[in-house]
C-alpha cells in the first residue's frame, strides 16, 4: 500500500546530540530519535566537537527514525533542518573540513578579541551596522582566532558554516547560510540583509569565505544520491535552507509576531521580544527570525541555575526540586519583603559583569520558605527588568508571553512570573517546539501554506494560559522599583568586592575605603 508524500524530517543538530523526528502534516511528532555526542574541551573555556560526529549523529538517528513509522521512508515530503548556533566550520573548495573540530556557542577563547574590539569601539559605532553587542559567542571573534591561530586551515577555506548548515552540505553538496543565523554572527548588516563590508574590512576578515545568505524556508537543494544511500531517505527530496535551534523555537512556540515574547527558563532565563527592527542598546541582542521580524532578547545568566544553587547550597541536594517549590509556596507573595539579586554568574554584557548574588532585608521572621520563594522571585524581577528595558526601546508592551524549557514545568514560578510580568504566560501542548517549527517551516515550503506563521498557527496548540494574580501582581508592582535601586546601587560594591584581599591585613581590617 502507498502512502501519500504527508511527513516532514526534522533534523535538530544540538549541542548534546543530533535528532531527527517525523512530523505528520497537523504538526503532530510521531517519533523522534537521538544519538548523542561530545563537547570537547581542550583548554579551560574552550568547547569544541567535531562536525564528523554531527553528521554520523544525524545518519543513525535518521536510519532510527525511519524505522518507527510505517512506510515512512517513501513519505517524506521535505528535510528541514535546525541547529546550535554560532559554531564555526570551514570547508574548503572540495568540500572537507579544513579543522577537525569547530568551536561551539559556548566557547570562550575570543574573550581577549572582544575586550579588544569593546576597548577600541564605542556602542554606538557598530551596533547599526551589527545589531549586536561584541560577545565571544559570536562567528566573527572565531573566525578571527582561526585566522591568528590556525592559518592554513583559514587560508584554505572556501566557507565558512554553522552546524546545521555543515549538514545541510552533506545532505546536498550546497553551500548557504540562513538570515536567522547571518544575523547574530556580529557580520551581517540588519538593514539590507547582507554581509556588512564595513565590519569584515574591520576585522579584517575574507569577505569571500563568506556563504550566501538565504530565507530559511527556501529550498536549499535535494538530497543528493549518496547522501540518499547513507541515510536510507529518497534521493531528490527537497531540502530546506532551514534556521538556528532558538529562531525555529521561537516560530515553533507561536512567538511569530510583534507584540509576543517567549521567556526560555533552562540553566538561563532568556527573554525575548518580537519586533519589526533591532532593539539597539549594548544590553540587549538581537537575531533575526523565520518569519523576517526580529527577536530582541536579553540572557539572565542564571534561570534554573538558581534554583540548582539552593538546592545544593541549602539543601546538599537532599531535597528534590519538586520539594523545593512546594516548601516556596508556604511563603507569601513577596517573601514578606526578602530580595534576592539572582546574578550567581554575573551578567553577559553591561556594567554587571562581575556582578552577585544576594538577599536584602532578611529578617529574624524569615525562614525557609522564604528563602526559596524569594529565589524564584528574584528570576523574575531580574526578568522583567529585562523585559521592560525592551518594551520601553521597542515602544510597546507585550501581549502575551510563551514559556518553554525547564522553567515551564513550575506551576508556581509560572504564575510568579506572570504576575511579576503582569503579563499573561502560554504553555506549548508539544515541548518540543524546534520539531515544530522545522516542520511549519517544511509546510511552507512545499506550498501547503502561504506564510510560515499560517503554519505555525495551524501547528501550535497551548496546554494553558497563566494569568496574573492582581493580588500578586500588586505586590510585585510595589517591589520592583525597589529591585531596580538593589541592581543599580550594588553595582559600586561589585569591584570593592573583586578587589578584597584574601590575605588578611594586621587586626584583621582591609585597606579599602
Known amino acids: 500500500m502507498s502512502h501519500a508524500r504527508d511527513l516532514t524530517l526534522a533534523i535538530d543538530v544540538g549541542t548534546g546530540s543530533a535528532r531527527a523526528a517525523l512530523v505528520d502534516a497537523t504538526g503532530r511528532i510521531l517519533a523522534i530519535v537521538a544519538r548523542e555526542y561530545e563537547q570537547i574541551v581542550p583548554a579551560f573555556g574552550w568547547s569544541e566537537q567535531r562536525p564528523a560526529d554531527w553528521w554520523a549523529g544525524v545518519v543513525a538517528s535518521i536510519w532510527d527514525v525511519l524505522m518507527q513509522v510505517d512506510g515512512a521512508t517513501a513519505r517524506v515530503s521535505a528535510i528541514a533542518a535546525c541547529g546550535q548556533m554560532h559554531g564555526t566550520v570551514l570547508i574548503d573548495q572540495a568540500g572537507r573540513l579544513t579543522r577537525e573540530t569547530a568551536p561551539l556557542w559556548n566557547d570562550k577563547r575570543t574573550a581577549s578579541l572582544v575586550s579588544a574590539f569593546e576597548a577600541a569601539n564605542a556602542p554606538a559605532d557598530y551596533l547599526t551596522r ?23 586551515a583559514y587560508a584554505s577555506a572556501r566557507s565558512m558554516l554553522m552546524p546545521k548548515d555543515y549538514v545541510n552540505f552533506r545532505l546536498t553538496g550546497e553551500v548557504a547560510m540562513d538570515h536567522t543565523e547571518a544575523s547574530a554572527s556580529f557580520l551581517m548588516d540588519p538593514w539590507t540583509g547582507d554581509w556588512s563590508a564595513q565590519t569584515i574590512a574591520q576585522l579584517d576578515l575574507d569577505r569571500d569565505k563568506l556563504p550566501p ?13 549518496e547522501a540518499a544511500a547513507q541515510t536510507g531517505l529518497l534521493s ?28 526560555v527558563t533552562g540553566t538561563s532565563c532568556i527573554i525575548t521580544q518580537i519586533v519589526e527592527a533591532p532593539l539597539l542598546d549594548p544590553e540587549i541582542c538581537n537575531v533575526g527570525t523565520v518569519e523576517g521580524a526580529w527577536g530582541a532578547f536579553i540572557l539572565l545568566e542564571t534561570g534554573g541555575d538558581a534554583m540548582r544553587w539552593a538546592r545544593r547550597a541549602i ?9 523545593i517549590v512546594v516548601k516556596a509556596a508556604e511563603a507569601p507573595a513577596g517573601s514578606d519583603r526578602l530580595f534576592f539579586l539572582p546574578y550567581l554568574a554575573g551578567e553577559r554584557f553591561g556594567a554587571g559583569r562581575n ?11 524569615h525562614g525557609l520558605a522564604h528563602l526559596h520563594r524569594a529565589v524564584l522571585e528574584g528570576v523574575a524581577m531580574a526578568t522583567t527588568r529585562h523585559i521592560r528595558m525592551m518594551e520601553r526601546i521597542a515602544g510597546r508592551r507585550l501581549d502575551r508571553v510563551v514559556a518553554s524549557g525547564g522553567g515551564a514545568k513550575a506551576d508556581l514560578w509560572l504564575a510568579i512570573k506572570a504576575s511579576c510580568y503582569g503579563i499573561p504566560i502560554l504553555v506549548p501542548s508539544e515541548p518540543e517546539c524546534g520539531v515544530v517549527g522545522c516542520a511549519a517551516m517544511a509546510a ?48 559600586a560594591l561589585y569591584d570593592y568586592l573583586d578587589g578584597l584581599d584574601a590575605t588578611p591585613v594586621s587586626g584583621g581590617r582591609t585597606d579599602l575605603p
Request: aromatic share 12%; charged share 25%.
Open 236 to 263: 531528490g527530496t527537497p531540502v530546506l535552507v532551514g534556521g538556528g535551534d532558538y529562531p525555529v523555537a521561537l516560530l515553533g512556540s507561536g512567538a511569530c509576531r510583534p507584540g509576543l515574547g517567549s521567556d
Open 213 to 225: 545568505i538565504r530565507k530559511p524556508t527556501e529550498i536549499l537543494g535535494r538530497l543528493s544520491i
Open 315 to 323: 539543601h546538599e541536594k537532599a531535597l528534590s526540586y519538586d520539594e
Open 355 to 365: 556582578a552577585r548574588a544576594q538577599f536584602f532585608g532578611i529578617g529574624a521572621a
Open 130 to 152: 551589527t545589531g549586536n553587542p561584541p560577545t565571544s559567542a559570536w562567528p566573527a571573534f572565531k573566525l578571527m582566532w582561526i585566522r591568528d591561530n590556525d592559518p592554513a
Open 444 to 491: 511552507t515550503a512545499t506550498g501547503r501554506f502561504a506564510r510560515v506563521e499560517d503554519a505555525a498557527a495551524a501547528f501550535v496548540h497551548y496546554e494553558r494560559e497563566v494569568f496574573p494574580d492582581p493580588r500578586w501582581e500588586a505586590t510585585y508592582a510595589k517591589m520592583q522599583p525597589v529591585f531596580e535601586k538593589l541592581y543599580r546601587h550594588s553595582q
